[in-house]
């Protein structure tokens, strides 16, 4: 029989413990493992673009493991890096891209985890040292006025900016207080600031570079050109000053010539007027006594040096003389220009290109008619040529030359001539090299006569023009063109005043090949100054009146421009109980202004002549009554 043992019952505690097993804690012999806990924080780092960056965590715990995380949008998200599971994070040649970037990590055992604060990662850019990409530019003002000067200056860091000032050429340069912007505006400037150089200095951690000078120019304040005030330039007062002209030079000098009478026979006169001292002495500058002298043409070239032509008589007929007159020393010998003893020859015309070549134009008998046009050509260095016919057409009368020369030296000559039946106008080209071509008609209305033509040339050789036509009623204005190397156009009708007659044309180029046409217009009550202006590329516009004054006739116009391509217009003006002088200017680009009146005298005033200089500066000369006689005036305006 088996015999059963029994045990005494014992609790779970103790029966865990009999087996030899634990109820909690480490293992026997076994030491605790302990949560992980960071000690030191990851700290922020500031690189340059291609340098290694670490980030470096110190922490407490048993068995710690790391894991290294990464955000690319400020913070908002991280996610785990690959392979970074050390304390250490190392990072090697970091691009600028990665500016920014924020990292962390998580510590962790088997106890728990822990998370690191977020260190941010600078990456800046490699330094690099300042360069002007922009430098500053010269600048030209006019006085009471403000100029800015202009950088653009790059750089690693963005460089600080210094401007600098130079009162002396750029020998010492000197700080501008508070001048640290791209741009720089100097005060109000005066003409004293004129020549100051400014410039500026790039500065970063890399270096510094200073820009190029940049100059200042300061004008003087624009004072708005006026006219002066009118004076009396000759004072023989034996007898009428009349048929002035004037012409200017380059430099501001005038040369006026005129007809006076000495109470026995009229002389040609002359009084040069020098620029900044004004008006010299009037002198005679013809000494033939054997007759009268008048009509007298001027031209001046460049340099200073002018030629006079007149007409004289000798007491049996009349020829065309000439003198010249060299700057610094005077007056020379009067030449005849034509040796026809037998015949008469009348109204001369001259022109000139700046180097002082010229060409004289006039008419010639032939014993019973003035039929004949003839020229001269003068040549510096060499002196006047000998006279040819231009015009060998002797079937009627030929009258009204006028000459025109381009800055090459040639010309066109225009002039009227009569078929038999009417007068037609006439044109002949000088070339260069060639010589004169052949006279060729230029205008076909044959319903009137054609009369009183003027003509001038642009700088490239092209030429206009104007004369009156008569329709059959009323006198017209009318226009052709010459291309250089294609010839004369057809003839344009340019002013549409249908009711009465319109007369005295003038014509003017500017340097830009435009023109602009004056004349004389009756608006069936009195004569009114018109003008129509002729664009280059374009053709004719519009006529337009350029004077309102309607208590009297406007007569005898003339027209000049300044090299800006603005011109002046000068006439002849009634106020109802004498004659005054006017004037108005053209702007280009703008028009026509207001007539002003450029003489106040209680006499009357006959017919003006003007001429411009270059900057817009104008003469202006005319015959002016004493209650008398006659005297030589003239107005300045600048």
């Known amino acids: 029989m088996r015999t059963t043992r029994l045990y005494p019952i014992v609790g779970i505690p103790a029966l865990i413990s009999m087996l030899g097993c634990s109820t909690g804690g480490d293992a026997p012999g076994q030491p605790a493992v302990v949560a992980p806990s960071i000690t030191s924080q990851p700290a922020a780092q500031s690189i ?21 995380r990464r955000s690319t949008d400020g913070g908002a998200s991280f996610t785990d890096m690959a392979g970074a599971a050390n304390a250490t994070l190392a990072l090697t040649a970091v691009p600028l891209a990665d500016d920014g970037h924020q990292y962390r990590v998580m510590v962790s055992n088997s106890a728990g985890s822990v998370t690191s604060n977020a260190a941010s990662l ?10 002007f990409t922009t430098q500053p530019a010269n600048a030209t003002v006019t006085a009471p006025s403000t100029a800015t000067f202009n950088v653009v200056a790059t750089g690693t860091p963005s460089p600080t900016l210094q401007w600098q000032l130079s009162t002396d050429a750029g020998s010492s340069f000197a700080d501008i207080a508070g001048a640290t912007a791209n741009s720089y505006t100097t005060p109000t400037t005066s003409t004293a600031d004129n020549g100051n150089q400014y410039r500026v200095i790039a500065t970063n951690g890399s270096g510094a570079v200073t820009s190029t ?5 300061v004008n003087s304040a624009v004072v708005p050109k006026a006219w002066g005030t009118a004076a009396a330039i000759e004072t023989g007062n034996d007898g ?29 006169w002359a009084n040069r007027y020098t620029h900044g001292t004004g008006w010299g002495t009037a002198a005679l500058i013809e000494t033939d006594n054997a007759g009268d002298a008048d009509s007298p043409q001027v031209v001046f070239d460049a340099i200073g040096d002018a030629l006079v032509v007149w007409r004289q008589s000798d007491g049996t007929h009349t020829s065309i003389w000439s003198k010249r007159y060299t700057a610094g020393t005077g007056w020379g010998a009067a030449l005849l220009l034509e040796a026809d003893n037998a015949n008469d020859a009348h109204s001369p015309q001259i022109a000139s290109t700046a180097n002082g070549t010229a060409v004289v134009v006039w008419v010639q008998t032939n014993g019973s008619s003035y039929n004949t046009i003839r020229a001269n050509r003068y040549t510096p260095g060499t002196g006047w040529g000998t006279a040819v016919a231009i015009d060998t057409d002797s079937a009627g009368y030929a009258s009204d030359p006028q000459i025109a020369m381009d800055a090459n030296g040639n010309a066109v000559a225009v002039w009227s001539k009569s078929d038999g039946t009417r007068f037609n106008i006439v044109a002949n080209r000088y070339s260069v090299g060639t010589g004169w071509g052949t006279a060729a008609l230029i205008e076909t209305n044959n319903v009137g006569s054609a009369y009183g033509p003027q003509v001038a040339l642009d700088t490239n050789g092209n030429a206009l023009a104007v004369w009156v036509q008569f329709d059959g009623e009323n006198n017209k204005i009318v ?26 044309p003038q014509l003017a180029f500017d340097a830009g090949g435009n023109a602009l046409a004056v004349w004389s217009q009756y608006n069936g009550t009195r004569y009114n100054i018109w003008s129509n202006r002729y664009t280059d590329g374009i053709g004719w516009g519009t006529a337009a009146l350029i004077e309102t004054d309607d208590a009297g006739h406007a007569s005898d116009p003339q027209i000049a421009f300044d090299a800006s391509g603005n011109a002046l217009a000068v006439w002849r003006q009634s106020d109802g109980a004498r004659t005054n002088i006017l004037a108005n200017g ?8 207001t007539a002003v009146l450029v003489e106040s005298d209680n006499g009357s005033a006959d017919k003006p002549q003007i001429a411009s200089e270059a900057d817009g500066n104008a003469m202006v000369v005319w015959p002016q009554h004493d209650g008398t006689r006659f005297n030589l005036w003239a107005n300045r305006f600048q």
């Open 479 to 504: 226009a052709n063109r010459y291309t250089n190397g294609s010839g004369w156009g057809t003839p344009t009708l340019i002013e549409t005043g249908n009711a009465a007659n319109a007369i005295a």
């Open 586 to 593: 053209y702007t280009s680009g703008t028009g026509w202004g």
């Open 240 to 268: 009428d000053a009349a048929d002035p002209q004037i012409a200017m030079d380059a430099n501001g000098n005038g040369l006026a010539v005129w007809r006076q009478s000495d109470g026995t026979r009229n002389n040609i």
């Open 122 to 131: 600078t990456v800046n850019p490699a330094p690099v040292i300042p360069a």
């Open 48 to 68: 340059i673009a291609g340098q290694n960056a670490s980030f470096s965590v110190t922490a407490t715990g048993t068995s710690l493991r790391y894991q290294w």
């Open 213 to 217: 000078a940049a100059t200042l120019t």
